[in-house]
């Protein structure tokens, strides 16, 4: 099993809407909009981007009766490339209907957000860092210890770890595209429902399911039902208890 690997290809949203909430993301991200199927929407880059593909993560919402609940671990970081940009994509979220939030960041150069149902993120102000990374600069994972999800995640997937110390562990695409995955120190709190917002991975073509989530178990992950019923994917949670999905291989 030592030659397997997984890669990250999308972040799941919960939503009451997935039609509207999908739509407001793809406006913000310039993306366009596709569905598999009643209560799934996809969205993912225009042009010739086929999926999967390391220059982007894509973001999959998908409609859930459940009501919303906070507090979020994982939310987007969205890149802008001059004062000017960051101050024009505000105006066009807010216009789209995102809202400010105060998460207690105090006086920072970067602006949070609430996209329409909810979903804290933040727009930030120009980074030589994620300067070609696309719209979304890094997915972020709040945590209790970077170095144990640095520990897990490195082996869990192919990316390169680029850093990892007491308050964060970063780690992007070994093709040095896409966004960075970012785990960042925080006092989480104690988790007393599922995340509305996970990981979703793939396995390489001829890799097999089963036998990655093996591999993962044995890494500290366990398995989780979150009320999945009978589903092609397999629900996991990391060492400190957020799921993810690892889905069949194609």
């Known amino acids: 099993m030592g030659g397997m690997a997984l890669r990250l290809v999308q972040v799941n949203f919960k939503a009451r809407d997935d039609v509207a909430l999908g739509g407001f993301w793809a406006e913000a991200l310039g993306w366009g909009v596709s569905s598999e199927g009643p209560g799934v929407t996809n969205v993912e880059p225009l042009g010739d981007f086929v999926w999967p593909d390391p220059a982007a993560v894509c973001v999959d919402v998908v409609a859930v009766p459940d009501p919303e609940t906070v507090r979020y671990r994982v939310h987007l970081d969205l890149a802008t490339t001059s004062a000017a940009h960051q101050a024009e994509l505000v105006a066009r979220l807010r216009d789209l209907g995102a809202t400010p939030a105060d998460v207690g960041q105090g006086d920072v150069p970067w602006t949070v957000l609430a996209d329409p149902e909810g979903n804290v993120f933040c727009v930030l102000e120009p980074r030589e860092k994620y300067r070609d990374t696309g719209p979304i600069a890094a997915v972020v994972v709040d945590c209790a210890d970077p170095r144990v999800m640095a520990r897990f995640w490195d082996e869990a ?94």
């Open 157 to 250: 997937m192919d990316w390169t770890l680029h850093e990892v110390t007491d308050d964060q562990a970063t780690l992007r695409s070994a093709k040095g595209v896409g966004p960075y995955l970012e785990f960042l120190r925080t006092t989480p709190g104690p988790k007393t429902v599922w995340n509305r917002v996970h990981l979703d991975l793939l396995p390489y073509a001829g890799d097999d399911q089963a036998a990655e989530v093996a591999r993962l178990r044995g890494l500290g992950a366990t398995l989780t039902d979150v009320g999945q019923g009978d589903v092609p994917w397999v629900v996991l949670a990391d060492p400190e208890g957020n799921e993810f999905c690892v889905l069949r291989s194609r």
